[in-house]
């Protein structure tokens, strides 16, 4: 594991913000930009009473225990989801802390900070790193808070998220939140999509922003229909194989988070917890599978005593949030012209030829063959689709922004820093960056 202590945390946002009235909710999200990698927290200024619903057969969870005993008085300060799969429980710890730190909580036994969390792995071919989120970044995150604001996509926890891979897919995911209100009650739905199912609308539709599915379906009947004949599970995987080739690399959880302000008995809110999650299926499919570490918490601040709706009615309303903020956290994936920002090419494109280490396990060399730039892959394991020993061809290397006609890494650039030359692959907010050795 590599030495963290000189990461900076990123606390500002970009693309699609949720804004929703719920006072006494408060959202925080940070990141390191060099994973990428990311947390995001849920506080509840005056605590909340919470409960728990674990359907993945691989959850990753902290602290979720006390979820389950059953209390129904107010004891929940924060809720943290966080990338860097078991390394990134960390951040719930440095939440806890924080609420220390700065005055909220002390050392009393009958006044410690609460928090629970849950965890998605956002490690493998889609970052050559082992950089996740820590005690630092969830601290920075939860300072972040404000209420009333959910940064959607790429932001947060949803980071570095994928989607789809049962079915060989590379999509990209993120964070997303919906809210509607009923009467005096609020509800808030959010979720951060990792899954190893692909995301559908209500029509059956994928969602997958602006992205290509390179064998052209459509629907999520398309993509059912393939298994077990064109589909199958990679054993001793959690990634499917399509016979055509297609190269896996989502991998594999979603969390989520359904708050009301409606005041609920604990067996209420735990069946709330039970009926969201049991909905999210129709969303993301397959759902809940062996690979999955699906987790879905349940809060309520308590505030409103109403019965304008029943309990059940309030579930149900609650699961077309929830996939509202499903279909919310698929980002749009920029455009190539526009992540081309601060690369260049020298006008003799030779001078960039050479070996990019991007840590470890994986490196790249640039050549030229027949007048274009060429990667290959001379590390030991995928990036972005590209397999060891594999060479990847620009279609033109005399743009700031090279192109290729992968749909995994569709593009790359160089860049200068401290006078050191760096390889960028897949420009913007996904993008990984390689130093010139040699």
Same mark, same amino acid.
């Given at each position: 594991?590599?030495?963290?202590?000189?990461?900076?945390?990123?606390?500002?946002?970009?693309?699609?913000?949720?804004?929703?009235?719920?006072?006494?909710?408060? %959202?925080?999200?940070?990141?390191?930009?060099?994973?990428?990698?990311?947390?995001?927290?849920?506080?509840?200024v005056?605590?909340?009473?919470?409960?728990?619903d674990?359907?993945?057969?691989?959850?990753?969870?902290?602290?979720?225990?006390?979820?389950?005993?059953?209390?129904?008085?107010?004891?929940?300060?924060?809720?943290?989801?966080?990338?860097?799969?078991?390394?990134?429980?960390?951040?719930?710890?440095?939440?806890?802390?924080?609420?220390?730190?700065?005055? &909220?909580?002390?050392? &009393?036994?009958?006044?410690?900070?609460?928090?629970?969390?849950?965890? %998605?792995?956002?490690?493998?071919?889609?970052?050559?790193?082992? %950089? &996740?989120?820590?005690?630092?970044?969830?601290?920075?995150?939860?300072?972040?808070?404000?209420?009333?604001?959910?940064?959607?996509g790429?932001?947060g926890?949803?980071?570095?998220?994928?989607?789809?891979?049962?079915?060989?897919?590379?999509?990209?995911?993120?964070?997303?939140?919906a809210?509607?209100?009923?009467?005096?009650?609020? %509800?808030?739905?959010?979720?951060?999509?990792?899954?190893?199912?692909?995301?559908?609308?209500?029509?059956?539709?994928?969602r997958?922003?602006?992205? @290509?599915?390179?064998?052209?379906?459509?629907?999520?009947?398309?993509?059912?229909?393939?298994?077990?004949?064109?589909?199958?599970?990679?054993?001793?995987?959690?990634?499917?194989e399509?016979?055509?080739?297609?190269?896996?690399?989502?991998?594999?959880?979603?969390?989520?988070?359904?708050?009301?302000?409606?005041?609920?008995?604990?067996?209420?809110?735990?069946?709330?917890?039970?009926?969201? &999650?049991?909905?999210?299926?129709?969303?993301?499919?397959?759902?809940? @599978?062996?690979?999955?570490?699906?987790?879905?918490?349940?809060?309520?601040?308590?505030?409103?005593? +109403?019965?304008?709706?029943?309990?059940?009615?309030?579930?149900?309303?609650? +699961?077309?949030?929830?996939?509202?903020?499903?279909l919310?956290?698929?980002?749009?994936?920029?455009?190539?012209?526009?992540?081309?920002?601060?690369?260049?090419?020298?006008?003799?494109?030779?001078?960039?030829?050479?070996?990019?280490?991007?840590?470890?396990?994986?490196?790249?060399?640039?050549?030229?063959?027949?007048?274009?730039?060429?990667?290959?892959?001379?590390?030991?394991?995928?990036?972005?689709?590209?397999?060891?020993?594999?060479?990847?061809?620009?279609?033109?290397?005399?743009e700031?922004?090279?192109?290729?006609?992968?749909?995994?890494?569709?593009?790359?650039?160089?860049?200068?820093?401290?006078?050191?030359?760096?390889?960028?692959?897949?420009?913007?907010?996904?993008?990984?960056?390689?130093?010139?050795?040699?």
């Amino acid at each position: 594991m590599s030495d963290q202590s000189h990461l900076v945390p990123d606390t500002s946002t970009s693309g699609r913000v949720l804004e929703f009235d719920f006072p006494g909710l408060e %959202i925080g999200v940070a990141q390191y930009a060099e994973g990428p990698t990311g947390a995001t927290v849920f506080r509840f200024v005056d605590k909340a009473v919470g409960a728990v619903d674990v359907r993945g057969g691989a959850p990753g969870a902290y602290n979720v225990d006390w979820l389950r005993w059953g209390y129904g008085w107010p004891n929940l300060d924060a809720l943290v989801v966080s990338g860097g799969s078991w390394y990134g429980l960390a951040a719930s710890g440095g939440v806890a802390g924080a609420l220390k730190e700065d005055g &909220h909580r002390s050392g &009393h036994w009958a006044n410690l900070a609460h928090v629970a969390g849950a965890i %998605i792995y956002d490690f493998g071919q889609r970052r050559p790193n082992e %950089i &996740h989120p820590d005690e630092k970044l969830g601290a920075a995150a939860l300072r972040a808070a404000k209420a009333g604001r959910f940064p959607q996509g790429a932001n947060g926890a949803g980071r570095m998220t994928m989607q789809g891979s049962y079915f060989g897919l590379w999509l990209h995911s993120g964070q997303g939140g919906a809210f509607r209100q009923v009467g005096e009650t609020k %509800i808030a739905c959010f979720a951060v999509g990792n899954s190893v199912g692909a995301v559908a609308d209500r029509d059956g539709r994928l969602r997958f922003g602006n992205q @290509t599915i390179p064998t052209g379906e459509s629907g999520i009947r398309d993509l059912v229909e393939l298994v077990p004949k064109d589909v199958e599970t990679v054993d001793g995987s959690i990634l499917g194989e399509r016979r055509s080739s297609v190269p896996p690399s989502a991998q594999n959880t979603t969390i989520s988070l359904v708050v009301t302000n409606r005041k609920l008995e604990y067996a209420e809110l735990q069946r709330l917890a039970v009926q969201v &999650h049991t909905s999210m299926g129709r969303a993301i499919q397959p759902f809940g @599978t062996l690979n999955d570490g699906d987790v879905l918490f349940a809060a309520s601040t308590g505030e409103v005593d +109403s019965s304008d709706l029943h309990p059940t009615d309030l579930g149900t309303v609650a +699961s077309e949030v929830m996939w509202d903020a499903i279909l919310a956290s698929v980002p749009d994936v920029p455009d190539a012209s526009m992540t081309a920002s601060g690369l260049s090419l020298p006008p003799d494109p030779t001078e960039v030829v050479g070996r990019y280490s991007f840590g470890n396990e994986l490196s790249m060399d640039v050549g030229v063959a027949e007048g274009r730039l060429t990667l290959t892959n001379t590390g030991g394991r995928d990036i972005f689709g590209v397999r060891p020993g594999e060479s990847l061809a620009a279609l033109s290397d005399r743009e700031a922004l090279c192109t290729t006609q992968s749909l995994f890494l569709p593009a790359f650039g160089f860049a200068e820093n401290d006078s050191r030359r760096r390889l960028v692959l897949n420009p913007g907010p996904w993008q990984q960056a390689g130093t010139a050795t040699r």
